[in-house]
């Protein structure tokens, strides 16, 4: 196993991060961050000794990272092991609003890794009823999964630990995971004959590949924010979609990253269009329970035949994104490397198109709880997410580069593609969804 207490190398996954961030050492992108806005009797001391708890089995959470002669290393350092922050606002004329500017301060605030603390962890009381619970982390130290782990487990162990319950597995699930076994695994990865195999079959997947192109002009260089968009998808969209899923015999999420594809690929006007869909990378069991950074994002090369039965597209699509997955491990940070898309403008994919099922509020024992996030690392182009669960609710995001994408453009991308969905749904082919131009979603 790994030893974290005298350091070890950095993960694949991380190396792409860390020279990313030492390019741009100013930059708050790289700061993942959420709230959870908390309604009715909320029992600190339950929640401070639950955050304590997950935050010991979380070790990434107390990483502390040094540049040397060996090149970049981490190990543990308890002394950076977050403890819950409490601040009471419920006395200033707008506490909601001094929460959320707070929020906002810390996630627009750089972290530099080889200072810490990679994790912070703050409750605001906005009145005997209210509280914004907020989590900020370092990309370094965990990824969009490992954020929900981190959160679930604190929310079991709340619901123990304030229904007063004896301690125990039976109460609060499993513990986190071992973060030497993760980092063990990615050493062993490395120098296996499954990486190679795996290399190779990406080499050729996107041989012949034509320069990939965004939906905008311009560099693909992570700004230091981001414009946004959210709302909830339509429940009658919602309805159509796990129809159409199950007409298929297809999931749901790859339906609609499918179609998500489609209307990126028809508002760029190319022949093809190669998408960022991102994977947890989690199949191991070294990496199943670990807060961590462990995502990949896999390039998805697509030519959609618009006069096609719809069906036949999704199942394409499916197929597609389920034989990228099993070659998911491969990073793509090293994929850039293998065909030369190093420096200028040159891609290797284009919008991001991220559906996760499984990002929805936790719950916590006599709270109403609800999710916002502030943040999920560097955006390089444009970002279309989908947070929750297609038969109880379902959350739409874009997430886009300022540099690229003006406020306008975003809140229009939002609003076209929900009514692309929405009409992709009813549709028999392709070529009968109207098309959305720019224009007309102005």
């Not at 699930?173 to 195999?197: C, I, Q, V």
């Not at 298929?248 to 760029?268: E, H, I, K, M, Q």
């Amino acid at each position: 196993m790994t030893d974290l207490d005298a350091g070890a190398p950095l993960t694949e996954a991380q190396e792409g991060l860390w020279y990313a961030q030492r390019l741009q050492p100013d930059n708050p992108i790289f700061n993942t961050g959420q709230y959870l806005d908390l309604g009715g009797t909320l029992d600190v001391e339950a929640l401070a000794g639950a955050v304590e708890r997950a935050s010991e089995e979380a070790e990434s959470l107390s990483l502390r990272f040094v540049d040397g002669a060996q090149g970049p290393r981490q190990r543990l350092d308890a002394a950076l092991r977050p403890r819950l922050r409490f601040i009471d606002l419920s006395n200033v004329d707008d506490p909601e609003q001094a929460a959320l500017t707070a929020i906002r301060h810390d996630m627009a605030t750089p972290v530099d890794p080889m200072q810490g603390p990679m994790a912070r962890q703050t409750l605001y009381r906005l009145s005997a009823t209210r509280h914004f619970w907020a989590q900020q982390v370092h990309h370094f130290a965990i990824d969009g999964y490992g954020m929900v782990l981190l959160t679930g487990r604190v929310a079991a162990l709340y619901s123990q630990f304030a229904g007063k319950e004896e301690a125990g597995e039976k109460a609060a699930g499993r513990p986190l995971g071992s973060l030497a076994g993760l980092l063990a695994d990615d050493e062993r990865y490395r120098h296996s004959a499954e990486r190679e195999e795996h290399g190779r079959w990406w080499r050729q997947r996107l041989a012949g590949m034509e320069e990939v192109v965004g939906m905008a002009p311009g560099r693909a260089i992570s700004a230091h924010g981001f414009h946004r968009f959210a709302d909830p998808l339509p429940a009658a969209t919602r309805r159509q979609l796990l129809t159409l899923a199950k007409d298929a015999g297809l999931n749901w999420p790859d339906v609609l990253t499918a179609l998500v594809a489609a209307y990126c690929r028809r508002f760029s006007g190319t022949d093809e269009i190669v998408i960022g869909v991102p994977h947890m990378g989690r199949l191991a069991a070294a990496a199943a329970r670990v807060p961590a950074m462990v995502m990949n994002v896999l390039p998805l090369r697509l030519a959609p035949d618009e006069e096609a039965p719809l069906a036949d597209y999704l199942r394409l699509v499916a197929a597609e994104t389920a034989e990228a997955r099993r070659h998911g491990r491969y990073r793509s940070e090293q994929l850039r490397r293998d065909l030369g898309l190093i420096g200028g403008n040159r891609r290797l994919y284009g919008p991001l198109v991220n559906v996760q099922p499984y990002d929805r509020p936790p719950r916590m024992a006599g709270l109403e709880v609800s999710l916002h996030v502030t943040g999920t690392g560097p955006v390089e182009d444009i970002d279309f997410t989908f947070r929750g669960d297609a038969v109880h609710g379902l959350s739409i995001e874009v997430d886009a580069n300022p540099n690229l994408y003006s406020e306008a453009e975003t809140m229009a991308h939002g609003r076209r593609l929900t009514e692309f969905l929405g009409h992709a749904l009813q549709a028999a082919r392709l070529a009968d969804v109207p098309t959305a131009t720019a224009a007309e979603a102005d």
